[in-house]
């Protein structure tokens, strides 16, 4: 039930300072002590708030009319696109209807708040909507706005329909940057201090930047690696004009790297870095590591078929496979070649394989890793079905190899197919220390949209879940704790 308030009035306090005293309909006394608060902390508060409701707080008082527009965080999102039905809807409306009459809806709106907002500095500022570059002088406006206000976390979450970029995607423009296009290309990386519009914004306070379906160039991701001193984390979603990433230097900040489904790299350099965390999701490209002591974190998640890419991909992250501790690999359709030893993943400690469950020799492969990674304490299985009748699929027998220091297995994508529950027996028989399974029978993969494609058969979840609940758990000793979710 709601609450309203019938009545309010002032009161004196002990120390003789007057206070707000708020009445319900229930006439209960509520004292409104954070309207008390310093407005720096009342602005603080509001910035935790989605952007909406913390206009809303305009309404509470006379103080707080304004506290919104002084907000560090302008997370310009008017409806939820984390839900599927809500990007499908977008994605149906004809071109006229979403590019021309919602997106300049949008662009009108964020308008309109940037116009408002007061404070002196924002910590994150996030566009996401259908947007391509009919809008490019608003989004140019915006980011200059957000530079102005030396910004932390810069997000362009612009949206397209289908899964890959698009020749008319919103480009970065390089004025500001401080050059045009032909003066960046023929004078190289500009720096720090080397005059322009660069000098006047700044781009000292940038910490995180997130671009999808942002065109930027391998020069353009170089300066901000080298003019953003700290600068920890970069995401490139489908970045159309991407074809050389350099990361390269031990005095570039950057310890996050996310690449994703940008079709035209063809070339990855990364050498004397202090990079931490790797993630790419793409075709199998050349990748030259050199001198990354601290990458502890990779995944790597190929769109393609490579009959190899096990072979190939150890070999190029051989420089770092000594201390890699977490692991997340998609190799279904790799063929699993019995003669090919998996170098061993000494400090790895978190393992996640994206696989063909009915694959013959999946669990032969399983075993492969199981060996490359002694120490291993933490297994993910994400399943795939990949052949046309599921329930004769044939799995051949794999050796035993028992592990004594996994202690925790999570199934995901689990069905109460014959080839998905020789995985979990084969596990149960060989992981020695096993103390907790998790079967999950809710896929982990997406598509290269980033949306998970709902290909799934009426009540299949449901199904592999009571499967999994009254079959596989009968199976399970009362020493393991098992978990369905």
Same mark, same amino acid.
């Given at each position: 039930?709601?609450?309203?308030?019938? =009545?309010?009035?002032?009161?004196?306090?002990?120390?003789?300072?007057?206070?707000?005293?708020?009445?319900?309909?229930?006439?209960?006394?509520?004292?409104?002590?954070?309207?008390?608060?310093?407005?720096?902390?009342?602005?603080?508060?509001? =910035?935790?708030?989605?952007? +909406?409701?913390? *206009?809303?707080?305009?309404?509470?008082?006379?103080?707080?009319?304004?506290?919104?527009?002084?907000?560090?965080?302008?997370?310009?999102?008017?409806?939820?696109?984390?839900?599927?039905?809500?990007?499908?809807?977008?994605?149906?409306?004809?071109?006229?209807?979403?590019?021309?009459?919602?997106?300049?809806?949008?662009?009108?709106?964020?308008?309109?708040?940037?116009?408002?907002?007061?404070?002196?500095?924002?910590?994150?500022?996030?566009?996401?909507?259908? #947007?391509?570059?009919?809008?490019?002088?608003?989004?140019?406006?915006? *980011?200059?706005?957000?530079?102005? +206000?030396?910004?932390?976390?810069?997000?362009?979450?612009?949206?397209?329909?289908?899964?890959?970029?698009?020749?008319?995607?919103?480009?970065?423009?390089?004025?500001?940057?401080?050059?045009?296009?032909?003066?960046?290309?023929?004078?190289?990386?500009?720096?720090?201090?080397?005059?322009?519009?660069?000098?006047?914004?700044?781009? +000292?306070?940038?910490? !995180?930047?997130?671009?999808?379906?942002?065109?930027?160039?391998?020069? *353009?991701?170089?300066?901000?690696?080298?003019?953003?001193?700290?600068?920890?984390?970069?995401?490139?979603?489908?970045?159309?004009? #991407?074809?050389?990433?350099?990361?390269?230097?031990?005095?570039?900040?950057?310890?996050?790297?996310?690449?994703?489904?940008?079709?035209?790299?063809?070339?990855?350099?990364?050498?004397?870095?202090?990079? *931490?965390?790797?993630?790419?999701?793409?075709?199998?490209?050349? #990748?030259?590591?050199?001198?990354?002591?601290?990458?502890?974190?990779?995944?790597?998640?190929?769109?393609?078929?490579?009959?190899?890419?096990?072979?190939?991909?150890?070999?190029?992250?051989?420089?770092?496979?000594?201390?890699?501790?977490?692991?997340?690999?998609?190799?279904?359709?790799?063929?699993?070649?019995?003669?090919? !030893?998996?170098?061993?993943?000494?400090?790895?400690?978190?393992?996640?394989?994206?696989?063909?469950?009915?694959?013959?020799?999946?669990?032969?492969?399983?075993?492969?890793?199981?060996?490359?990674?002694?120490?291993?304490?933490?297994?993910?299985?994400?399943?795939?079905?990949?052949?046309?009748?599921?329930?004769?699929?044939?799995?051949?027998?794999?050796?035993?190899?028992?592990?004594?220091?996994?202690?925790?297995?999570?199934?995901?994508?689990?069905?109460?197919? +014959?080839?998905?529950?020789?995985?979990?027996?084969?596990?149960?028989?060989?992981?020695?220390?096993?103390?907790?399974?998790?079967?999950?029978?809710?896929?982990?993969?997406?598509?290269?949209?980033?949306?998970?494609?709902?290909?799934?058969?009426?009540?299949?979840?449901?199904?592999?879940?009571?499967?999994?609940?009254?079959?596989?758990?009968?199976?399970?000793?009362?020493?393991?704790?098992?978990?369905?979710?």
């Amino acid at each position: 039930m709601s609450t309203t308030f019938q =009545s309010v009035q002032l009161k004196d306090d002990e120390s003789g300072k007057r206070r707000k005293i708020i009445k319900d309909d229930d006439h209960k006394v509520v004292e409104d002590r954070i309207s008390e608060l310093p407005y720096e902390v009342i602005v603080s508060i509001v =910035s935790l708030l989605p952007l +909406k409701e913390a *206009v809303a707080t305009s309404i509470l008082s006379r103080r707080w009319r304004s506290v919104w527009s002084s907000t560090t965080t302008l997370n310009l999102e008017t409806v939820n696109f984390e839900d599927l039905e809500t990007v499908n809807y977008f994605c149906q409306l004809d071109y006229d209807k979403r590019d021309q009459e919602e997106g300049q809806k949008y662009v009108n709106w964020v308008n309109h708040v940037l116009e408002q907002h007061s404070g002196q500095s924002i910590e994150r500022f996030r566009v996401i909507f259908f #947007l391509d570059n009919e809008f490019s002088s608003s989004i140019d406006k915006w *980011v200059q706005f957000a530079m102005e +206000k030396r910004v932390q976390t810069l997000e362009l979450d612009l949206l397209t329909t289908g899964g890959g970029w698009h020749d008319d995607d919103y480009t970065f423009p390089y004025k500001l940057l401080g050059m045009e296009k032909e003066e960046f290309a023929s004078n190289g990386i500009p720096s720090l201090g080397s005059g322009g519009y660069y000098n006047n914004i700044g781009f +000292k306070s940038l910490k !995180v930047i997130h671009f999808r379906h942002v065109g930027v160039t391998g020069e *353009v991701v170089e300066f901000f690696l080298s003019n953003c001193p700290l600068l920890e984390r970069l995401s490139l979603d489908v970045a159309k004009n #991407l074809v050389n990433l350099r990361v390269v230097g031990p005095s570039i900040a950057l310890k996050y790297l996310e690449i994703k489904y940008c079709q035209r790299l063809r070339n990855i350099e990364i050498c004397d870095s202090n990079i *931490v965390s790797f993630i790419y999701c793409g075709s199998l490209i050349p #990748l030259h590591l050199k001198n990354v002591p601290l990458l502890v974190d990779v995944t790597y998640y190929k769109w393609k078929a490579y009959a190899e890419f096990t072979r190939i991909l150890f070999s190029q992250f051989s420089p770092c496979l000594s201390h890699i501790e977490i692991l997340k690999l998609d190799i279904r359709e790799a063929v699993y070649n019995q003669n090919h !030893v998996l170098p061993i993943l000494a400090n790895l400690r978190h393992l996640q394989l994206l696989v063909d469950a009915d694959y013959h020799w999946s669990l032969g492969r399983l075993a492969s890793f199981m060996k490359a990674s002694p120490y291993m304490q933490r297994l993910v299985l994400g399943l795939n079905m990949k052949t046309s009748n599921k329930k004769i699929a044939k799995i051949e027998k794999a050796a035993e190899c028992p592990h004594y220091y996994l202690k925790e297995v999570e199934i995901s994508g689990y069905r109460g197919y +014959k080839c998905c529950v020789k995985h979990v027996m084969y596990l149960k028989k060989n992981v020695v220390a096993l103390e907790k399974i998790v079967i999950n029978p809710v896929r982990f993969w997406c598509a290269p949209s980033g949306y998970e494609i709902n290909v799934l058969k009426v009540d299949e979840e449901q199904n592999a879940r009571d499967h999994a609940i009254q079959y596989l758990k009968q199976k399970m000793p009362s020493t393991i704790e098992y978990v369905c979710l």
